[in-house]
């Protein structure tokens, strides 16, 4: 790999991480938002369960909160400029199938450094985002409720 696309790949990944963590911490404050559907006791909100739930074992309506999770981060990337999302989608697993894909379709340009609309691949990438930051986040968070529920006191 040449300088320049090296560089271009280290400027990628860094806005990928700063998109991602900002994207991570919004969904974070929005579950917040939200009582818990856990009637535990001890769980405050969304987001405390869905900690719970990833440190333990995941309750019947997970899927619940995994599409409440998909939808709000894909509306947040849709916010997002093209080169914004063709940063954190650079990063993902299903780039090489995905671009593969679209040269075949004619869906890229001849430029060098086309911006792509990637709109029709947005819930891969918010898949992403949730795999790497959010649920990463939710595996190790930790409050006074969440230890007490899962017997660290």
């Not at 998909?70 to 995905?98: C, H, M, P, R």
């Not at 992403?128 to 649920?135: K, P």
Request: hydrophobic letters at 40%; one cysteine or more; aromatic letters at 14%.
């Amino acid at each position: 790999m040449d300088l320049r696309k090296e560089i271009a790949l280290n400027i990628s990944t860094a806005l990928s991480r700063i998109l991602s963590d900002k994207i991570t911490r919004q969904t974070i404050r929005w579950m917040q938002n939200f009582d818990t559907a856990l009637n535990m006791g001890y769980l405050k909100n969304l987001w405390d369960d869905v900690c719970y739930q990833r440190q333990t074992e995941k309750s019947f309506s997970w899927s619940y909160y995994d599409d409440m999770i998909l939808s709000f981060v894909a509306a947040q990337l849709k916010e997002l400029s093209n080169y914004e999302v063709n940063g954190i989608w650079l990063q993902t697993d299903a780039i090489y199938d995905q671009l593969d894909h679209m040269q075949s379709n004619g869906m890229t340009t001849a430029s060098a450094y086309p911006e792509i609309n990637l709109l029709c691949y947005i819930s891969d990438i918010a898949r992403y985002v949730i795999n790497e930051y959010i649920y990463r986040q939710a595996d190790r968070w930790q409050n006074d409720k969440l230890k007490q529920l899962l017997g660290y006191f």
